[in-house]
C-alpha cells in the first residue's frame, strides 16, 4: 500500500469490552509508532517498536493497555476493560530504521476513533 | 525529556507570512526539531526538520537559534489551505528508546 493504514476506522464499545486496533505501516518501515489523540488535544505517545521489539513502553497509560508486532510488520494495540477515559482518536505512524541521534519523518495513518460508551 | 510550548492559536491573511515559535528551553545536544501539520481528521504530517541555524524546503523554512531553545517555523505565502494544526517535536532516538514529545500544537487559522 501506499501509506499507513489503519482499522476499523470507527469503533464504537461498551466500558468494560476489550477492544483490537490494528496498523498496517509501510512497507519495509521497521519503527512504528502508537499514539492517542483526545478531542482538541496534542498527540500522546503511547509506545514504540524496532522491528518485533518494544524497547520503550513507558507511555502506555495503564496495564490495560497492550501492544505487539508480528514478522516486523503489521501491529495490534489492544485495550482491556476499556473505560469511558480510554475515547480518543489512535493514530498509528510509521518510519525507517531509527539510527542513533537520527530522526526518521514518520507517516501517520488516518486513525482509529475509539468511542466508548 | 525537552518540554515545548507553543502559541495555541493564531489567524493570519491569506498571502501574509506566517511565523510559529516553538520554545524547548531544556533541549538535548542530540535532539532534533521536527514539525509536523495536521488537517482535521487526518494524522499528522511532516514538514521540516532541523538541528542547527536555518533549514528550507519547498514549503517551510526552520529557522533555530545558536542556542537552540526555541524554534520558528516560517510559512511564506500562507493560503487558505495552510488552516490546520501545527506540531512541534524535539527530541531523538537513543540506544533504542524513543523520546520525544509532540507540543499541544498551534492552530492556525488562515483568514481570506
Known amino acids: 500500500g501506499a501509506g499507513v493504514s489503519q482499522s476499523p476506522s470507527n469503533k464504537v464499545t461498551e466500558k468494560g469490552k476489550d477492544v483490537e486496533l490494528r496498523c498496517d505501516p509501510i512497507s519495509g518501515h521497521t519503527a512504528l509508532y502508537w499514539y492517542r489523540q483526545s478531542l482538541g488535544q496534542g498527540l500522546e505517545f503511547l509506545i514504540y517498536f524496532q522491528g518485533n521489539s518494544a524497547p520503550d513502553k513507558s507511555g502506555l497509560p495503564s496495564d490495560r493497555f497492550s501492544a505487539e508486532r508480528t514478522g516486523g510488520s503489521v501491529s495490534t494495540l489492544t485495550i482491556q476493560r476499556t473505560q469511558q477515559e480510554d475515547s480518543a482518536v489512535y493514530l498509528c505512524a510509521s518510519s525507517l530504521e531509527s539510527r542513533f541521534y537520527v530522526y526518521n519523518e514518520q507517516f501517520f495513518g488516518p486513525g482509529t476513533r475509539l468511542t466508548v460508551l | 525529556l525537552a518540554k515545548t510550548t507553543q502559541p495555541i492559536s493564531m489567524d493570519s491573511y491569506e498571502g501574509q507570512e506566517v511565523n510559529i515559535t516553538c520554545s524547548h528551553n531544556n533541549i538535548a545536544t542530540n535532539d532534533y526539531i521536527t514539525w509536523y501539520q495536521q488537517f482535521p481528521s487526518q494524522g499528522p504530517r511532516f514538514i521540516i526538520q532541523?538541528?542547527?541555524t536555518k533549514v528550507t524546503n519547498e514549503v517551510a523554512s526552520l529557522f533555530i537559534p545558536a542556542d537552540r531553545k526555541s524554534s520558528t517555523l516560517s510559512l511564506p505565502r500562507v493560503s487558505l489551505s495552510d488552516t490546520a494544526v501545527y506540531y512541534c517535536?524535539?527530541?531523538?532516538?537513543?540506544?533504542?528508546?524513543?523520546?520525544?514529545?509532540f507540543g499541544t500544537g498551534t492552530r492556525l487559522k488562515v483568514l481570506a
Open positions: 517535536l524535539v527530541g531523538r532516538t537513543t540506544s533504542g528508546t524513543y523520546k520525544y514529545i
Open positions: 532541523g538541528y542547527k
